[in-house]
């Protein structure tokens, strides 16, 4: 059986540095813990030991435009929501929604949405009622 879901996310930023101060206060929050700058990325990996490291990186693109994608991280309960919302409105996230209870989702379902400073869509969820596939 597979042990994770997924290896890493290759995010599209214009301003490599601009995207590193932003994604350096709130990835930290998420589990991303350690940075490492490379000659045309910069990642932030998740966990650490004896095991594979998942990694959320960044890659500058200065022609990108960001689309209707969105990539949506776990938090554990309704407070970590709300604390990484703050994060990301001192950061400077844009198009900030939320935190709030978002029932035509599921059951429980609370979130915060916002976009980072190219305009690239996420989110922060917390689910009470976990999802099951049918």
């Known amino acids: ?5 997924f290896d890493h996310i290759d995010l599209r930023v214009t301003d490599m540095e601009t995207a590193r101060k932003f994604y350096g206060k709130i990835l ?3 589990g991303f813990v350690h ?11 998740a966990g650490g030991g004896e095991r594979p490291l ?4 960044l890659t500058e693109e200065k022609n990108y435009r960001p689309n209707s994608t969105r990539i949506a991280f776990w938090a ?3 407070e970590q929501v709300d604390r990484i919302a703050q994060l990301v409105r001192d950061a400077g996230g844009k198009n900030l929604e939320g ?3 978002c029932e035509d989702y599921s059951p ?4 915060f ?3 980072d400073p190219d305009g690239n869509k996420l989110e922060i969820c917390c689910r009470e009622t976990p999802v099951f596939a049918d």
Request: hydrophobic share 25%; proline share 8%; with cysteine.
């Open 108 to 111: 429980g379902y609370y979130a």
């Open 54 to 57: 998942e990694f959320f990186g």
């Open 28 to 30: 930290p929050q998420l």
């Open 1 to 5: 059986m597979k042990t994770r879901c």
């Open 99 to 101: 935190p709030e209870v």
């Open 113 to 115: 949405f916002f976009e």
């Open 35 to 45: 940075e490492s700058p490379g000659d045309d990325y910069y990642s932030f990996y």
């Open 76 to 78: 554990d309960t309704r």
